[in-house]
Nanobody
Framework: VQLQASGGGAVQAGDSLRLSCAASGWTFKNLAVGWFRQAPGKEREFVAAIRWNGGSTFIADSVKGRFTISLDKPTNTAHLQMNNLKPEDTAVYYC??????????????????WGQGTQVTVSS
């Protein structure tokens, strides 16, 4: 069971990036996929999540209107589209999969499987 996150990089403020999270050897079916991020010296924080069943999405207030999450079911890949990036978005971004109840979908504890993280650096 593996999750592979990719798409990070170093960009300028106002630029866009698209992160991808691919499941290897298994499927996101009936699960939720979440993105979290952790900046140096800070705790890991929720960014966005999407549920396989119904496609409901959950977005953190700090990125609402700039980030969108999607799920490509045929390729079993989740994407995080990040637009109008800001320096405060700089962090390591992690994708995770699990079966959290709605009340836990924004918490790390709601997810069992985690990817290795991809670095996003936004300069002003």
């Amino acid at each position: 069971v593996q999750l592979q996150a990719s798409g990070g990089g170093a960009v300028q403020a106002g630029d866009s990036l698209r992160l991808s999270c691919a499941a290897s050897g298994w499927t996101f079916k009936n699960l939720a996929v979440g993105w979290f991020r952790q900046a140096p010296g800070k705790e890991r924080e929720f960014v966005a999540a999407i549920r396989w069943n119904g496609g409901s999405t959950f977005i953190a207030d700090s990125v609402k209107g700039r980030f969108t999450i999607s799920l490509d079911k045929p390729t079993n890949t989740a994407h995080l589209q990040m637009n109008n990036l800001k320096p405060e978005d700089t962090a390591v971004y992690y994708c995770a999969a699990g079966a959290p109840i709605i009340s836990a979908i924004r918490t790390s504890a709601g997810y069992r499987n985690w990817g290795q993280g991809t670095q996003v650096t936004v300069s002003s």
